[in-house]
């Protein structure tokens, strides 16, 4: 069956570091992913999508990665700061019924 | 509306009762998504609208869960004879049609506590 995977344990890194969390997928090709941020009681915020023709994306200090060889997309956070802990999730296109699944989510915690 | 709205925020009901959930979706936007989120865990897909109608219901719990929406806009959903498992978070949110490559918006979650 098709699954996104993410790495449950949480990721603790000290500030100004590069924070990198993973997504795999498996049993299917999609043509993008999405990359979501969500802190404790909110409802998750859409940050960046990557479709499967490109290699890299970028947004400010976000820079999203996307090897369709490897069945991997990356989500890196430069010059990490401690504004920047909250759990990142990832979601594939949603299927042909509609349905729209996300990753378990990876949370991040920046040390100061 | 400027964001996708949800009532109640909170809600502490006994269990064997009956909870009504609201979503108010962005104006103009066509789909329409729940999902459930308990304690420390993921998001779990509930129901996709597209429009009126539901061509995925595949992720309601049990038929203890029903949701629909009327008009195209406002959707509720429904938990009937609550358990103390169904305490979690809901979510909804919405996208403006639905296809591929749209973006997501989340409302801030309707918090359900069975007591």
């Known amino acids: 069956s098709q699954k996104i995977e993410q790495n449950s344990e949480a990721l603790n890194i000290q500030e100004g570091k590069t924070a990198t969390l993973t997504c795999n997928y498996t049993n299917y090709s999609p043509a993008y992913l999405q990359w979501y941020r969500q802190d404790p009681g909110r409802g998750p915020v859409f940050l960046l999508l990557i479709r499967e023709n490109e290699k890299e994306k970028r947004k400010e200090r976000l820079k999203v990665t996307f090897d369709t060889t490897l069945k991997q997309s990356l989500f890196h956070i430069t010059a990490s700061q401690p504004a920047d802990s909250a759990t990142y999730l990832c979601a594939p296109p949603p299927s042909n019924t509609g349905k729209l699944i996300f990753g378990q989510g990876t949370t991040l915690q920046v040390k100061p | 509306g400027a964001g996708v709205s949800q009532s109640p925020s909170n809600k502490v009901t006994e269990k064997g009762k009956d909870v009504e959930l609201r979503c108010d979706p962005i104006?103009?936007?066509?789909?329409l998504y729940w999902y459930r989120q308990s304690l420390g865990q993921g998001l779990e897909f509930l129901i996709y609208f597209q429009g009126n109608s539901a061509p995925d219901k595949s992720g309601l719990p049990s038929d203890r869960f029903s949701a629909e929406r009327t008009g195209g806009s406002v959707s509720t959903l429904t938990i009937q004879r609550t358990q103390q498992e169904d305490s979690a978070v809901y979510l909804c949110?919405?996208?403006?049609?639905?296809?591929?490559?749209?973006?997501?918006?989340f409302g801030e979650g309707s918090w359900l506590t069975v007591v």
């Open positions: 104006s103009g936007h066509t789909a």
């Open positions: 949110a919405s996208s403006y049609d639905g296809s591929s490559g749209n973006t997501i918006y």
